[in-house]
């Protein structure tokens, strides 16, 4: 007899742990120095329109893909047509290669969360205390190995009792904390030059806008919203008939947009308040080389505070992400080869923490190894950011265009209430396959350090 699958309660869960798997590192770490470094206001403007078109439209493909199939990411491509299982292996591989690295992260956030409650504000702004840390073997396998165990906890529980009740809890959490510390850094007296950050921040400036917005805008996508990595198509599977699928897809939107700019609201005028324009160059370091500076410099009490309360809303909204991408990987091993779930879970457990060792160390005692010059968290990351989710993307796009159609989305977004924005999904399922194109020959050409930085520049 058939297993039933699992699935979300309904509407709220689904949207919550699809948001949840949408809003993590990628919100909180990664847009505001993308932002940042790509003209701010203008980089806003180009993600903002990117999201309800691009995003939307491949976001609904592929929620479409696994609630039409009921399988993940590899049973639904084959599933859909054999000639296309290879696209599901592909998009399988992305979370198995992101979660490892990505819990490295996780364990620097609650690495700075331990210091933070202790209040110790002083020592986590003390000069070259990040690169002291993540190059300290240690204490860089002992915070990776806490944060990825927390992760498998959740998804030991299942979809209904760990998933989905983590993340209704979370999510709102979540929110609220994100509101609650971008409205102190715009009404507090205590950070001085705000208004400078917060103009560069929201002002879009078509003097900074080139082709390199777009293409790190794009990519950010991915990042950000869980695109091309086979979570949605997985999430999708878990949701029922009766769901909106178009208004689901809106508010999963309306969450990633929304604290990914109330992100930025918090760290760039912060970080130009304390260094100036010029301190937005910081790149990646920009959360934990900068911003402590700045909690710092608000005093022993309010920095210790307000930087606790920072890296438990980032702790929250790394582990939201990282539970999608444990999940995802669990969920396809499942699929293929019909393993119980607490197995499945301690052989990813084990595997992802075997796979994430290199990014662990390469800051400590594996430093001098450097894949195309790059560390290998970095390394890693540009692998499954920059070329392997614009190709899966892109194959994702044709499959629909060309072998499934996309009146076969439609039709399945259609069960559950009229598709109102079909003509755009129709439109954008057809040029994103150019876009994506465009974005993978740039971003590699980038990373070999063939830079574009004024084309199509105003």
Known sequence: MKKERSSFTGKLGFVLAAAGSAVGLGNLWRFPYLAAQHGG???LLVYLILSVTFGFSLMVAEIAIGRKTGLSAIGAFNKLNKKCTFIGYLAAVIPALILPYYSVIGGWVIKYLTVFLSVNVAEASREGYFDNFIGNTGQSLLFFAIFISLTAIVVLFGVEKGVENVSKVMMPVLVV??????AFVCISNGIQGKWEGLSYYLKPDFSHFSIMTVVSAMGQLFYSMSLAMGIMITYGSYMKKEVSLESSAHQIEFFDMGIAFLAGLMIVPSVVSYSGIEGLN???GLMFDTLPKVFNDMGAVTGNIVG???FVLVLFAALTSSISLMETVVSIIQDKFHIERKITCLIVLGGAFAIGLPSALGFGVWSEVAPLGMDILTFFD???NSVLMPIVAILTCLTVCYVIKPKTVIEEVSVSGRFKLAWLFKVMIYIAP???LIILVFAIFEAF?????GLLKF
Do not use: D, E, Q
């Open 382 to 384: 540009f692998l499954t």
């Open 434 to 436: 150019v876009l994506l």
């Open 41 to 43: 206001g203008i980089f």
């Open 308 to 310: 606790a309360v920072f």
């Open 449 to 453: 350090g063939i830079t574009f930085g």
């Open 282 to 284: 910081k790149g990646p």
């Open 177 to 182: 904390l994100s509101i609650g510390i971008a």
